[in-house]
C-alpha cells in the first residue's frame, strides 16, 4: 500500500488527476472504474480542465460505476448515473455507449450484478478502481460485515450510511435503504486502486483502513493486500495516522 498526504482537499484532488489521468496518458484505452459522492467531485472537475487545456483524450477510455441505488431511475437527479453525467460524462469525450452503471431498476438484481461483472470481464477487468471510503470504513457500498468475496450484489444500506446520504436529499427518509454495487472482490482485481479520504470524519476510516486488522468490520482494511493500492488522505483525514508517517509526503509499507 502506498500512502499520499496532501495538503488540503484541492491538494488531494490534484494529486489524484495526476494518477488518472497519467493512466489514461499511459494506456488510451484504460478501463476506469469510478466512485460517487462527494470527495471525487474535484478529481472530475481537474479531469475536465486537463482535457479543455491539454486536451486529455477520454475517446478510448470505458468507465464503470461501483454502484446505484436501487429503485431509482437514471434521470433522477438523485441517482448515481446523474451525478457522473453532470460531474464528469457530459462534460469531457468519453463515448456513452462506453459509460456503465449498474442498473438499480433491474427487476432482477442478482441477474443484473451477473451481467455487470460479465461486462466487466469482457472489457477486459479494471485497470484503475477509484475509491472513497464511508465513515464506517465501506468502500462501494460494501457495509461492514461484508463478505469479502462478493461480487456485484445488492447491499443494504446501514443506518450510517444513509445518515451520511442523507445531507444529497431533502429528507433522511429520501434515502434509499438499499443499492447495487461491486462487491469487494469486484474491487480487489482492479490492477491499481486509488482511494481518497478528505475531512475530519473520515480519520477513524483511514485509520482502520491502513492500520487496523483486515476484517469484513472494515471492508477498506482489504486494501492492504491489494497488490497496487493507493490512499490518498488530507490533512483532516490523516489525523489518527502515526506522525513517523507523515514526515515525508508519500509513504510505502
Not at 494529486?15 to 494506456?27: P, R
Not at 446523474?82 to 441477474?111: I, Q, T, W
Not at 491499481?192 to 483511514?206: D, Y
Request: hydrophobic share 40%; glycine share 6%; proline share 4%.
Amino acid at each position: 500500500m502506498r500512502l499520499i498526504f496532501a495538503e488540503d482537499y484541492e491538494d488531494m484532488s490534484c494529486e489524484a488527476a495526476k494518477i488518472v489521468s497519467g493512466q489514461i496518458y499511459l494506456k488510451p484505452q484504460s478501463v476506469l472504474g469510478l466512485a460517487t459522492g462527494s470527495t471525487p467531485v474535484g478529481l472530475y472537475d481537474r479531469l475536465v480542465q486537463l482535457y479543455q487545456t491539454v486536451g486529455l483524450d477520454f475517446s478510448g477510455v470505458t468507465t464503470f460505476n461501483l454502484d446505484e441505488y436501487v429503485g431509482m431511475s437514471s434521470e433522477n437527479p438523485e441517482s448515481y448515473h446523474y451525478f457522473m453525467k453532470k460531474h464528469l460524462f457530459s462534460r469531457v469525450n468519453l463515448r456513452p455507449d462506453h459509460c456503465f452503471v449498474p442498473n438499480g431498476m433491474a427487476e432482477d438484481l442478482e441477474e443484473e450484478g451477473r451481467r455487470y461483472d460479465a461486462m466487466i470481464e469482457a472489457a477486459g477487468g479494471i485497470d484503475l478502481q477509484v475509491l472513497g471510503i464511508g465513515r464506517n470504513a465501506h468502500i462501494g457500498f460494501n457495509e461492514p460485515d461484508i463478505k469479502f468475496e462478493a461480487m456485484t450484489h445488492e447491499v443494504r444500506l446501514d443506518d450510517e450510511t444513509i445518515r451520511a446520504n442523507a445531507r444529497f436529499f431533502a429528507r433522511e427518509e429520501d434515502v434509499p435503504r438499499y443499492a447495487i454495487s461491486m462487491g469487494i472482490r469486484n474491487i480487489m482485481l482492479a490492477r491499481r486502486v486509488l482511494l481518497l479520504a478528505s475531512g475530519p470524519e473520515k480519520a477513524e476510516a483511514v485509520y482502520a483502513a491502513a492500520c487496523g486488522s483486515v476484517s469484513p468490520k472494515a471492508p477498506a482494511s482489504i486494501l492492504q493486500l491489494h497488490r497496487d493500492a493507493t490512499i490518498i488522505v488530507d490533512a483532516a483525514a490523516a489525523a489518527r495516522l502515526p506522525e513517523a508517517w507523515k514526515e515525508k509526503r508519500f509513504y510505502n509499507f
